[in-house]
């Protein structure tokens, strides 16, 4: 049986059993995905299941988190950020099939990220390093410098500054050889390997890298 009239508001029906604009009242034109971070209070990156996202991104990994429910002609987002609390205003422009009248759906959600120490970092805090760039020689100066530009902060985890040169740990031995594979083209590097523990039954190595 076919209503003619909408049943909240008596006028002509529209879709079904409501018109227009109590069609369009109970429909949104876009919904939000829930969404748990963590943050991490020593390099300001916020963390997902699945991804990092660094502060400046933030407005882009909301735009991830909507879910198109009509079609959205534009959509403006505001996003504001404490390390405690993100907090978002969408708000969006467009129509809902069948209707053509434009409307416009606003949101606002919250985000409380939980404050962590990062996996890079808790390596970082912890010392944790498995290679070692020794820097010896009469360009030790120009082997420092030019280390500065292949290995970044995050994956350092300290340089020793010693009598006969420098100490520069790092954490990844992935992130290390690619830096060492560099200065080869322009230095002499000797590599070593040392036993520094075993990790569930599995022997542990540290790479150590003579570049002089
Ligand atoms: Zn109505
Ligand atoms: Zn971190």
Redesign the pocket.
């Known amino acids: 049986m076919l209503f003619m009239f ?1 049943i ?4 002509d029906a529209f879709v079904g059993n ?2 227009e ?2 069609y369009l009242e109970k429909k949104d034109l876009f919904i939000l995905k829930k969404v748990k971070m963590r943050y991490c209070d020593n390099c300001g990156k916020y963390y997902t299941q699945k991804e990092k996202v660094s502060p400046e991104e933030m407005e882009h990994f909301i735009s991830g988190q909507i879910e198109e429910k009509g079609n959205i002609k534009n959509i403006e987002i505001k996003v504001s950020k404490r390390v405690d609390k993100i907090h978002a205003v969408i708000v969006a422009k467009g129509s809902i099939k069948p209707s053509k009248i434009s409307i416009t759906d606003r949101k606002e959600f919250s985000i409380y990220p939980k404050k962590i120490k990062c996996n890079s970092c808790a390596k970082i805090l912890g010392n944790y390093h498995e290679a070692v760039i020794q820097i010896r020689g009469l360009k030790k100066e120009n082997i420092i410098r030019e280390i500065g530009k292949l290995i970044k902060n995050d994956e350092l985890a300290g340089i020793l500054k010693l009598k006969e040169g420098y100490d520069v740990k790092i954490v990844d031995k992935p992130v290390a050889a690619r830096a060492v594979q560099i200065l080869r083209e322009k230095f002499t590097v000797k590599r070593s390997f040392k036993l520094v523990g075993e990790k569930k039954g599995r022997k542990i190595y540290r790479n150590f890298y003579a570049v002089r």
């Open positions: 909408c909240k508001c008596g006028k409501f018109c604009q109590c």
